[in-house]
């Protein structure tokens, strides 16, 4: 069974960056063809996926946050990480990390989620 743990501060001040780990138990990061991807939702919205790291290291991140979204790997930890920078109180958010089968695909396995508040 795989799991999935998403770690980091639950609040965060404006302009600074944000910072999640998700930790992966039951399963390699590396593993051909899976993909770990990031998603948040804001307050009263809809899911929003922002980026993906693929079984290789490839990375892919949603058009609209490219510019100050980078996601990284551990795979001596089995961990993947978030880092968002420049953040406003528009980003906050519950962040999930969640598992594909493939890039693009439905996620099948998610973390609980971490509530993150941006506020000065």
């Known amino acids: 069974q795989v799991q999935l743990q998403e770690s980091g501060p639950g609040l965060v001040k404006p302009s600074q960056t944000l910072s999640l780990t998700c930790t992966v138990s039951g399963g390699s990061i590396t593993t051909a063809y899976y993909a770990w991807s990031w998603i948040r939702q804001p307050p009263g919205k809809g899911l929003e996926w922002m980026g993906v790291?693929?079984?290789?290291?490839?990375?892919y991140y949603s058009p609209s946050l490219k510019t100050r979204t980078s996601i990284s790997r551990d795979t001596s930890k089995n961990q993947f990480s978030l880092q968002l920078s420049s953040v406003t109180p528009d980003d906050t958010a519950v962040y999930y990390c969640?598992?594909?089968?493939?890039?693009?695909?439905?996620?099948?396995?998610w973390g609980q989620g971490t509530q993150v508040t941006v506020s000065s």
């Open positions: 790291i693929a079984y290789d290291g490839n990375t």
């Open positions: 969640a598992r594909q089968s493939w890039i693009g695909a439905e996620s099948d396995y």
